[in-house]
């Protein structure tokens, strides 16, 4: 695996376990016997810890895509420039041996 995907390997295994995380704590605290008051600011809490984790989770894959993106600019400008190099070359090769051939048609005639 390279390094990219081994990040984006360990992000998604965080998201699943933070998820995770907060759906067990929901479900605990809606399961529990507790007052109404007491399991709606224990949900209150979980979903903003859920909104904090997602809003990181999101912020990091949107670095790694940014990160990727420049990337894939880096190799597109390669290859464009070895490219148009090798255009270059081949269109002085072409006329090189255009004036070759035109030079030894002349001094056949």
């Given at each position: 695996m390279s390094e990219n995907e081994d990040r984006d390997a360990t992000l998604s295994l965080?998201?699943?376990?933070?998820?995770g995380?907060?759906?067990?704590?929901?479900?605990?605290l809606l399961l529990a016997p507790k007052?109404?008051?007491d399991t709606r600011e224990g949900i209150k809490t979980a979903v903003s810890d859920l909104r904090t984790k997602s809003e990181q989770l999101f912020s990091d894959w949107s670095a790694a895509m940014e990160e990727q993106l420049g990337n894939v600019r880096k190799l597109y400008d390669e290859a464009k420039l070895k490219l148009e190099q090798a255009v270059e070359s081949?269109?002085?090769?072409?006329?090189?041996k255009k004036e070759e051939s035109q030079q030894e048609e002349g001094s056949h005639a």
């Open positions: 965080l998201a699943g376990i933070g998820i995380a907060i759906i067990g704590a929901v479900a605990a007052a109404g008051a081949g269109k002085k090769v072409v006329t090189r």
